[in-house]
């Protein structure tokens, strides 16, 4: 259907019709070229009518094994197809930064749905919001300009909440209460098991600078005997954090100076 995606690199203009129906069959084609085994029994079916799919899918193939299959230039059409079918990050956050004009450090990683084919068709968006701290690590009680860490957290996510709910998607926190303790291991279980398109950290620093820092995982790692995150997730979150970075530098306030983005290898935990 999309021959291009395998000869030319696409472009913004290319896909600035499509809706995510299209863009979603564009993602699923560039994988199944790569012979990928698809986890939903109803995108296989579709694909299984076509001959060359017959042909190239390989029983038990994940996603990142059908990237090894494919050309650089499909892997980044791929990974362009990813960056436009997830528009909807940008605007709630840069609201409400907007409306805060708070220092917030934040760690994005996406949750861990594989299969971009049953990639939430008509479901409400789902965002986890992790108001950092108390945890193994740190009880985030140290006071700096007369606040403690965790209760700007706490402050943040709560009007996060509120904002993200008032456009209609749906919230999951992964603490009830601000002295709450939770490990960093059960707040990314609790993202996981929320089935969260998006999951957020929230933490502030507590130097004197007043810029900010996004985090988002760029490499595979292994911590507490799981590898992750997958290829799908490290490219959702690169661009989860882009725009991110691109909003927060947009925010209109002087107490907000623009860094940059920072990569950072799965499983380091604050
Ligand atoms: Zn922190």
């Not at 696409?10 to 993602?27: M, S």
């Not at 907007?98 to 934040?106: E, H």
């Not at 701290?133 to 009007?159: C, K």
Request: glycine share 8%; charged share 25%; net charge neutral.
């Amino acid at each position: 259907m999309f021959s291009e995606t395998r000869t030319r690199r696409l472009t913004a203009a290319d896909v600035g019709g499509w809706d995510a129906d299209k863009l979603r069959y564009g993602i699923n084609e560039i994988y199944a070229r790569g012979g990928y085994d698809f986890a939903t029994p109803e995108i296989k079916d579709i694909f299984m009518r076509l001959p060359w799919y017959r042909d190239r899918v390989v029983i038990g193939r994940s996603q990142d094994e059908a990237a090894r299959h494919l050309s650089p230039l499909e892997n980044a059409n791929l990974e362009f197809l990813h960056v436009s079918a997830k528009p909807v990050y940008v605007r709630p956050i840069k609201l409400h930064l907007a409306a805060i004009g708070f220092l917030i450090g934040a760690t994005i990683a996406q949750s861990l749905d594989a299969d971009p084919a049953s990639e939430k068709s008509g479901k409400q968006c789902c965002v986890c919001i992790d108001p950092g701290h108390p945890s193994e690590n740190n009880d985030g009680g140290a006071v700096t300009n007369g606040l403690r860490e965790v209760t700007m957290n706490w402050e943040v996510a709560l009007l996060l909440c509120d904002e993200l709910e008032k456009d209609g998607m749906k919230v999951v926190m992964t603490k009830k209460s601000e002295g709450e303790f939770i490990t960093n291991k059960d707040r990314a279980a609790i993202a996981n098991e929320s089935d969260a398109d998006l999951f957020l950290r929230l933490h502030a620093d507590a130097g004197k600078s007043t810029w900010f820092t996004i985090y988002y995982p760029r490499k595979e790692g292994t911590v507490h005997g799981v590898t992750g995150p997958s290829k799908d997730v490290r490219q959702s979150s690169a661009a989860a954090a882009n725009q991110f970075h691109t909003a927060f530098a947009a925010a209109p306030t002087t107490a907000l100076k623009e860094t940059k983005t920072h990569s950072l290898a799965a499983g380091r935990e604050r």
